[in-house]
T-cell receptor, first 112, second 111 residues
Framework: NAGVTQTPKFQVLKTGQSMTLQCAQD?????MSWYRQDPGMGLRLIHY???????DQGEVPNGYNVSRSTTEDFPLRLLSAAPSQTSVYFC???????????FGQGTRLTVV | SQQGEEDPQALSIQEGENATMNCSYK?????LQWYRQNSGRGLVHLIL?????REKHSGRLRVTLDTSKKSSSLLITASRAADTASYFC???????????FGPGTRLSVLP
């Protein structure tokens, strides 16, 4: 049972480049979300999904897109990378917001 | 919008001592969760306490919840070097659809 798998673990982008952070879970969870973690700020919600075909914005959605075509996958797209998007990104899944969340190991992204 | 706020920001103790960290939040909640994050890793769920519960135990962890004071505490007894990590509390956001994390308490347990 792999849990929540994020790829890649590390990535360096140039300003203006686009890329997709992958997230997959094998626990049949309906709820999936993306957070970014910056020093001293905890985790901030970027986008979330309560099921296949349903996505919504979190606290800091600008510059990011998501889609949820299957229950298992929830990719996060950076449209045009900016240095302000340098951060550690975490994907999480769960049965709902009021139950425990399972986190991936994170993607450390640097935009230069 | 940040709901929970942990206190202290950093805590350093000797192995074998107890560690207590606190979380305060602003609006009423249905439940509160605590997570641990080891350096460079993802968050791991520790315990969930519901609003109608006052205390919950899990191994060496004890969580209390005081809804009248809008606060929770996490006690780790007989700490070990392996407990060195950041600890986060998570509560519901204003829409009751997601949970929101505080900035965390960084715990260092010295051997």
């Amino acid at each position: 049972n792999a849990g929540v798998t994020q790829t890649p673990k590390f990535q360096v982008l140039k300003t203006g480049q686009s890329m997709t952070l992958q997230c997959a879970q094998d626990m049949n969870h309906e709820y999936m979300s993306w957070y970014r973690q910056d020093p001293g700020m905890g985790l901030r919600l970027i986008h979330y999904s309560v099921g296949a075909g349903i996505t919504d914005q979190g606290e800091v959605p600008n510059g990011y897109n998501v889609s949820r075509s299957t229950t298992e996958d929830f990719p996060l797209r950076l449209l045009s990378a900016a240095p302000s998007q340098t951060s550690v990104y975490f994907c999480a899944s769960g049965r709902g917001w009021n139950t425990e969340a399972f986190f991936g190991q994170g993607t450390r992204l640097t935009v230069v | 919008s940040q709901q929970g706020e942990e206190d202290p920001q950093a805590l350093s103790i000797q192995e074998g001592e107890n560690a207590t960290m606190n979380c305060s939040y602003k609006t009423s909640i249905n439940n509160l969760q605590w997570y641990r994050q080891n350096s460079g890793r993802g968050l791991v769920h520790l315990i969930l306490i519901r609003s109608n519960e006052r205390e919950k135990h899990s191994g060496r962890l004890r969580v209390t919840l005081d809804t009248s004071k809008k606060s929770s505490s996490l006690l780790i007894t007989a700490s070990r070097a392996a407990d060195t990590a950041s600890y986060f509390c998570a509560t519901e956001d204003n829409y009751g659809q997601n949970f929101v994390f505080g900035p965390g308490t960084r715990l260092s347990v010295l051997p």
